[in-house]
């Protein structure tokens, strides 16, 4: 049975998610994932916290990752330990994630279509986010993304990038792996994973929207 794995949740460790770290495990557990990966923006210091508290526990595993702002759109880092700074370049944030031989995986690649992500560099990542559960438009950006993964060769990976529970489930990937985090990294560097989803609907967007606006208001 391949495992089912969100590559790209944000906690509260993020400063625009409003994800409580029990509160993920609970809803990872209530859509039958085997596996999530903490990716707050720029920063490691939740994930690996969050990895150490509940990976492993109610079969649950936790990956700990960093959403990074490079100086040309977002990188996903997977099973990183230490934290990588931003606004790099794309090469310079490649070469500290496999220095820590963590995976690079271009996150919600709309960034390569605006000409901002070069493609020369497409080829040194590892996987692309082939399905981005808040993109849109959906259905275009993962056709194209698809495009991308077969001709640079990268594994396919899908992730709710969810800042809100209930958008978790939507999107998953399903890996070929054994419930384990160095099994499930081994996999995508074999290209073993199918990305499969759909886009968050709209009256959870909308939810998600107000709670915003109210985080807004409060803080005046
Ligand atoms: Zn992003
Ligand atoms: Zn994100």
Request: aromatic share 8%; glycine share 6%.
């Given at each position: 049975m391949p495992l089912k794995i969100d590559f790209h949740v944000h906690t509260y460790y993020s400063y625009d998610s409003f994800i409580a770290p029990s509160?993920?495990?609970?809803?990872?557990?209530?859509?039958?994932?085997d596996g999530?990966?903490?990716?707050?923006?720029?920063?490691?210091?939740?994930?690996?916290?969050?990895a150490k508290k509940y990976s492993g526990k109610n079969g649950l595993l936790i990956i700990p990752g960093v959403e990074i702002t490079s100086r040309n759109g977002h990188i996903l880092a997977l099973n990183i330990q230490k934290p990588i700074p931003p606004c790099l370049s794309v090469q310079e944030t490649l070469e500290l994630?496999?220095?820590q031989n963590g995976i690079a995986v271009a996150a919600h690649p709309n960034a390569i279509y605006h000409g901002q992500l070069e493609k020369r560099m497409l080829s040194r990542f590892d996987a692309i986010e082939v399905i981005n559960a808040s993109t849109f438009p959906f259905k275009f950006a993962a056709y194209i993304n698809r495009k991308i993964a077969i001709s640079f060769n990268l594994a396919q990976l899908a992730g709710t990038?969810?800042?809100?529970a209930p958008e978790i489930?939507?999107?998953?990937?399903?890996?070929?792996?054994?419930?384990?985090?160095g099994d499930i990294m081994e996999a995508i560097r074999k290209r073993e994973t199918e990305a499969y989803g759909k886009p968050i609907p709209v009256k959870i967007r909308l939810e998600k929207v107000i709670l915003d606006l109210k985080r807004k208001i409060s803080k005046g």
């Open positions: 509160e993920l495990v609970e809803y990872a557990k209530k859509c039958g994932l999530v990966a903490v990716t707050d923006h720029d920063r490691i210091d939740g994930a690996l916290k969050i994630i496999h220095a990038d969810a800042h809100y489930g939507y999107a998953y990937t399903l890996v070929n792996a054994e419930p384990n985090v």
